[in-house]
């Protein structure tokens, strides 16, 4: 059981290049999210899906567009990369439906992405 | 709108003394809350979660907290530190704002705890 993978761990980007950051889950979890992690400003929500065939705007979208793929697998791209994008990106799953009590999110490892 | 605060950046403890990381929170309803841990150069990591019930809540690593609904207030607790405790911990709450908004939750800053020898 991996739990929940991401790649690449490691990217550097130039201004105005392209890349798409992949995340899958092995635990048949409903949503999956996308945040980014800035020094001193915690955890943005960018993107979720609350389920297959969905996807919502969080806290910071501008920038970023996402695609659930399947259940398991859940995209983030940047068109085009400002230097303003350089954080870690976490990608996470959660069981979490009305019927549920379990909302905890998991985590995957990150992906340090640096734009110069 | 539902959130958490964590007042302290940083939390400084010797090893074997007990420590206490703090959480406040503001919700409508009944409060869904959970701790997180993350040690450096990793994702997040589950401690525990609150959703009703008893207001003692007991999670990983021998860490619990204590739901306090008069202070709206849910800290992280341990009886003995580690140095290995010494990580970066996140309050967390789920957003009841509605369906669309049903699975997400909203996380406090952060704060740094420093276990020293």
């Known amino acids: 059981n991996a739990g929940v993978t991401q790649t690449p761990k490691f990217q550097v980007l130039k201004t105005g290049q392209s890349m798409t950051l992949q995340c899958a889950q092995d635990m048949n979890h409903n949503s999956m999210y996308w945040y980014r992690q800035d020094p001193g400003m915690g955890l943005r929500l960018i993107y979720y899906?609350?389920?297959?065939?969905?996807?919502d705007k969080g806290e910071v979208p501008n920038g970023y567009n996402v695609s659930r793929l399947n259940k398991r697998e859940f995209s983030l791209r940047l068109e085009s990369a400002a230097p303003s994008q350089t954080s870690v990106y976490f990608c996470a799953s959660s069981e979490a439906t009305l019927l549920t009590s379990t909302y905890e999110q998991y985590f995957g490892p990150g992906t340090r992405l640096t734009v110069t | 709108a539902q959130s958490v605060a964590q007042p302290e950046d940083q939390v400084n403890v010797a090893e074997g003394n007990p420590l206490t990381v703090k959480c406040t929170y503001s919700v409508s309803g009944n409060p869904y809350l959970f701790w997180y841990v993350q040690y450096p150069n990793r994702g997040l990591q589950f401690l525990l979660k609150y959703i009703t019930g008893d207001n003692l809540v007991k999670g990983s690593y021998g860490f619990e907290a204590e739901f306090n609904k008069s202070q709206t207030s849910f800290h992280l607790k341990k009886p003995s530190a580690l140095v290995s405790d010494s990580a970066l911990y996140f309050c967390a709450v789920r957003d009841m704002g509605g369906y669309s908004s049903a699975s997400k939750i909203i996380f406090g800053s952060g704060t740094r705890l420093s276990i020293r020898p």
């Open positions: 899906s609350a389920s297959e065939g969905t996807t």
